[in-house]
């Protein structure tokens, strides 16, 4: 038995060594072309960074036509580590723009759609900084399929998300509505606090929208959502700029905690 486990360890081992070896002999063979387009400087006017962009953009799109090797997660990984150091660009992406963060997860969500954090920096970046809601929603919807209520843990978050987008971005209540139900529908698979209470908020949000479908309690509960994902402070001013001119009311607690009121009158 441990002679056996041995040699699927060794198989395991051999498999990612040459796993790591094709990816690298691929990109190797495209960088001269990929780095044509590429002049980095610390004075690197707009056009430098418009090349940049072509360049990375050939990278992302090389990425989706490599042979995985049954590694795949270790592609959504790599994917969303250069979107990393992409949206992080801030000189970059101010000389240019975020055209190219729906790309990085439509790598990401080929390759790993369980990859459930990935999912929330996709509806900012792709959305709020990018203008593509109709591609975070495609997006979504892409990876909803192959996820179920427990696959991956707490994916109903995944729902929320998309229903976010539809409403506040596309106008779309009827599918916001359907999208909150079933975030619901799977958090009530959930006994975690956490769980039941997102529960409750979703289908409270999916039944203001089906009794008004202008609601502007569920436009404040879906931009609060936005408020609590926010991992930057330009998305946080959004949200709450959006949430007072909707009536609702944004406070810290004492123990800094953000608390959202919603508009007296819906």
Request: a positive charge; charged letters at 20%.
């Given at each position: 038995m ?5 040699q ?27 780095n044509s387009?590429?002049?980095?400087s610390a ?13 990375e ?15 795949d ?33 439509k ?40 996820l179920?209520?427990?696959i991956?843990n ?12 539809e ?5 779309d ?12 529908k ?10 039941k ?7 409270q ?10 609601s ?27 949430i007072?001119?909707?009536g ?10 953000v ?8």
């Amino acid at each position: 038995m441990v002679a056996l486990s041995r040699q699927n360890l060794n198989q395991s081992i051999c498999a990612l060594i040459v796993a790591l070896l094709g990816i690298t002999a691929v990109i190797a063979f495209q960088m001269p072309q990929l780095n044509s387009l590429v002049k980095k400087s610390a004075t690197a006017s707009a056009e430098d960074f418009k090349k940049d962009l072509e360049s990375e953009r050939l990278q992302l799109e090389l990425m989706q036509k490599l042979p995985s090797f049954g590694f795949d997660n270790m592609i959504g990984n790599w994917a969303f580590i250069k979107f990393a150091q992409y949206f992080g660009d801030e000189t970059a992406r101010d000389k240019s723009d975020y055209s190219l963060s729906p790309e990085y997860f439509k790598v990401i969500i080929n390759q790993d759609p369980y990859f459930i954090d990935a999912y929330r920096f996709l509806s900012s970046s792709t959305t709020l900084y990018a203008g593509m809601p109709e591609r975070t929603v495609a997006l979504m919807q892409q990876g909803l399929k192959s996820l179920a209520p427990k696959i991956p843990n707490k994916s109903y978050y995944i729902w929320r998300y998309k229903g976010t987008d539809e409403l506040l971005f596309l106008g779309d209540s009827q599918a916001a509505k359907q999208s909150f139900e079933t975030a619901g529908k799977w958090a009530d698979t959930y006994s975690d606090d956490d769980s039941k209470y997102l529960a409750k908020i979703s289908h409270q949000t999916a039944q203001f929208l089906a009794k008004n479908p202008n609601s502007k309690s569920a436009q404040v509960s879906a931009w609060s959502m936005v408020l609590n994902n926010a991992f930057d402070d330009r998305v946080r001013k959004i949200a709450i700029s959006r949430i007072q001119a909707l009536g609702g009311t944004v406070s810290i607690t004492p123990d800094g905690q953000v608390k959202v009121q919603p508009p007296k009158k819906d």
